[in-house]
């Protein structure tokens, strides 16, 4: 059976990391190196789900580096691609994948490759009419960030201290459909009672036993002087059987700049810049036309149960 992580990147030679930045050229320190600085899901994570993406970002651009999925010696049908200018490469299965099974990925690239092993989660079975102010504490700081490029590390630590979602279910699902309210508790700790400072937001979600979908729902997390902001964002995830069981899914939408602050780091003064120089496409419109969202997809957000009710 192999480790989680069997081999590390051989040595890219000769290879350097320049291209544009949309404003000129920017020119990033050489690639001496390859190697993998993320892998996801990570080696052994039981908290991936049956219907995200795995995926892996390297140290220097390979726009021809590939990523397969296997199990039981059996290749797992899907789409393998490139994206952040060379610098993540994906791995899209063509449909759900089994829960609670190990899989191997494999990242080949052209300084060589590198094998690990994952497991999904058990998330899959069927939960029946069990839903009705069941509520479930989300964890989007514990997820992978597919995007925005550059924020692999910041963006979880801003979430960490900001932003921690609660999604309950407000009835029984009836015909495809499902109410559901979505607010905030005021602490990371699962713990954590509901904070007045994030207004619960009610829509009606798409249920198809046991996956739920909601959104689009704009969305805002104070953090102390300054927020996390998001429009137009989609939620989506699988429960587990039983009030006592929590969950898994991802979250998307456009994240809102113009009110995050100070709550950056020093680094991150200028986010339009450093995504675009991570690989990404840099800042796009907000709703308001103002150049100042970046793209957010989180993936394998754990849930767990939460023992409260949103007001």
């Known amino acids: ?42 080696g052994g994570a039981a908290d991936a789900w049956v219907r995200s993406i795995v995926w892996a970002d390297v140290a220097c651009a390979d726009l021809s580096a590939s990523l397969s999925l296997s199990q039981g010696g059996e290749e797992v049908p ?41 497991e999904t989660s058990t998330l899959g079975d069927p939960v029946g009419s069990d839903l009705s102010e069941r509520a479930l504490a989300l964890f989007p700081s514990r997820a992978g960030v597919l995007e925005p490029a550059g924020f692999r590390e910041e963006l979880p630590r801003l979430i960490e201290a900001a932003m921690h ?38 829509i009606v979600g798409g249920w198809q036993d046991p996956r739920w979908q909601g959104g689009p729902v704009d969305l805002r997390f104070p953090g102390g002087s300054w927020a996390l902001v998001f429009e137009d964002a989609e939620l989506g995830g699988a429960v587990a059987p039983g009030v006592a069981g929590g969950g898994g899914g991802s ?61």
Not at 4 to 16: D, E, N, T, Y
Not at 291 to 297: G, I, K, N, S
Request: charged residues 20%; contains cysteine.
């Open 1 to 42: 059976m192999r480790s989680p992580a069997l081999l590390l990147l051989l040595p890219l030679l000769a290879a350097g990391c320049d291209r544009l930045d949309g404003e000129g050229v920017y020119v990033a320190d050489a690639c001496e190196e390859q190697v993998a600085r993320q892998l996801h899901p990570g």
């Open 78 to 118: 899907g789409a393998s691609e490139t994206a952040h200018g060379g610098y993540q490469v994906r791995f899209t299965p063509d449909g759900f994948i089994q829960p609670g099974t190990t899989y191997d990925a494999r990242l080949d690239t052209t300084a060589g490759f590198i094998e690990w092993q994952f």
């Open 165 to 202: 979602p609660v999604l309950q279910f407000q009835g029984e699902p009836s015909g495809g459909g499902v109410a559901l309210r979505i607010g905030g508790r005021a602490e990371e700790a699962v713990a954590s009672e509901q904070t007045p400072s994030v207004v619960p937001r009610d």
């Open 251 to 311: 979250f998307q939408g456009r994240w809102d700049l113009r009110e995050v602050g100070d709550g950056l780091g020093d680094a991150f003064a200028s986010p339009c810049v450093v995504n675009t120089r991570s690989g990404g496409e840099g800042c796009v419109p907000c709703r308001d036309g103002a150049l100042a969202c970046l793209p957010v997809d989180l993936r394998d957000v754990p849930a767990e149960a939460w023992g409260w009710l949103l007001q």
